[in-house]
């Protein structure tokens, strides 16, 4: 007979929005018990109590993270008749029938902790031959019960609920790729149940015992209770803070096999629960183990191992097949990888790679820089300089980015404590394309013999939500604390040194966001969308790299049509993603007479192909098989150059600042050639990659000073 499939989904566009109601219109939908019924649940979070009472039933999500059922009850909470709810009648999931399957979803108690709210089920399973498969199960205390209860209560009414006073059935429950988390006996109950490549995630109660994983209360007369195989306990408790269980009742089963145990189990591995008799007839059993918790040596005296000779009688065949054989994977032991897993218990350690590093840095040894300078003379090198500065436009596709002439509009201004106004402006920097650009300026800034102002254009880098923070934009938490991680508001300070600074926003960042990184997080806030900007960029012919250069040469033919600012003069000041704007720019733009690169000139396979951590923004098609980024910065000889590295900075690469060196000696070289040896001036400062500002309005006078030197001569 063929499966009968009903569609549920919350927005409506399935057959029902709710699963209950789907589950409930079996009797009329599929009659016959015997006839297979999937409910497909489309993703959504389904606020409802599902209870399915009838066989051979199965839910079947979309997938685990996007099909949620979730309820909220709690054993504390009061009923209209004035009692407790209790335990068993706080479930989101109640499965009370045989041949069942829960497959794809999250079930989810969030009633909350333990301690406030009592047990909180999600789900309460009781039903022969029950598999649930790829499935999360979330809560705190009790999260999951497998059914059946015991024969008799500890407490009157403890076991009020749907099976109060039905007959204890044995089940069988098979559990295959879940996770389940909890704290308190979060898997408890008399099942039968095999647990394969499962993980079990103990929460942080802050207790010196944190909890329990397991409360097993499996009926005397049956052979198995839980069994896991190929199964993680991992945890975000302290150190030997959580039991791997405790016995409900005394005749508790439970037997790990081949699994990994994190640093937040006990030691002694079980508790009795001050229950004498248990630890004569409780059975917690182990083997294979591994984890840095999976030590047995220390175990209880009512806990033991597994000999080899008695590992065939925990295989999933044997635990599951009752009377009937039943073996919902049909055969065969899986193999697993558990033994393997890393110290977090979540992944595989692999000792041998088979990367192709080390291909990748043979080829760019004999591919790269086949544009580099190999004269011998000043007139070698600017022969060289023009013919490479036309190679690297043609590299970042200049060519094809339509250009367009100089238009901004004022769209705001404010004052900034120093006698400083910042304006707000939008710069179209292609057809209908729009750049945000702060300008400060002070009230008395510096000028030049032309009475214009000095100024400098200061494109941010990354991780600090755009020209904000290099505008020293007050007021907002994301951008003071990249303000204080990295030193990132130069523009200010170029600002507060009588200086005015142009703080442009390069695609991607702040305002000029994609969809796909818009909105109010803090990650996406602080972060910016360069990988979607090259995806969209790259197949139609053009480099995210070439388009943060174009925008800044539109915001130079800007500059050079105000009277106010001194274009003569102009400079350019980057701290790392900024630093490798400046450096592209000033290679390829004359325009600017002076730049400043911090945090950013280092060899390309040391870095940026060894490391390849940096934004895509740094990648551009055959660059690499022109240039290093020595040859770049040697297109700015003989202009005024100072470059900064932080001696600790991670960027560098593994061979630290000898990697700076070998660029930096490449850059000497093409000053020395020329005679301009004075005005290249390579700055190491001390710790982790960041601006550094103690010679800070030194470094930009001495920059300015030699600029007009050069100009002058």
Known sequence: MEARVVEVAADGTGAYSRIQDALDA???????????????????????TVEIRRPHVTLLGECADQAKIRGIHGAFEEMPDGTKRGTFRTYVVLVDAFDCRLENLTIENAAGDGREAGQALALYADGDRLVVDSCRLLGHQDTVFLGPLPPTEVKPGGFRGPKEHAPRIPTRQYWRRCYIEGDVDFIFGGATAFFESCELHSLNRDMDVNGYVTAASTPEEMPYGFVFHGCSFTGECAENTVYLGRPWREYAKTALVDCWLGPHIRRDGFWDWNKEKARECAEYRGALLSGPGATTDEWVPFASTIQEDQLVRYSRENVLAGEDGWDPEGG??????????SENGRTVHTDTYCADDEAFAKRFDREARQCRFVGQTAEDFLAWQKVARQKLAEALKLDAIEKVEPRASLVGTASVPGHIERRKYLLEVEPDVWMPVYVLMPDAPLRDEEGRSYTFICPHGHQGAGAASVAGILGVPAVDEAIRRFNYDYGLRLARHGYVAICPEARGWGERRSWKGQGDTVDAYVRGTCLNEARMAEPLGLTLLGLLVSDLQRLIDWIEAEPELSAKHLGCVGFSGGGMQTLYLAALDERVKCAFISGYLYGVKDALLHL??????????????????GDLASLIAPRPLLVQSADHDHLMGPRGLANVFEQTDIVWRAYELLGKEDRFKHEVIPGEHHLGVLSFADDIAWLLAASTERNDG
């Open 612 to 629: 390849n951590g940096n934004c895509s923004c740094n990648y551009v098609p055959d660059l690499w098989k022109l240039f290093d980024m």
């Open 26 to 48: 079996l009797g009329e939908l599929a009659p016959d018990e015997t006839q297979e019924c999937i409910i497909h649940i489309a993703p959504g979070t389904y606020e409802e």
């Open 332 to 341: 065969g032991i899986a193999d697993t990888e558990t033994s393997k897993l």
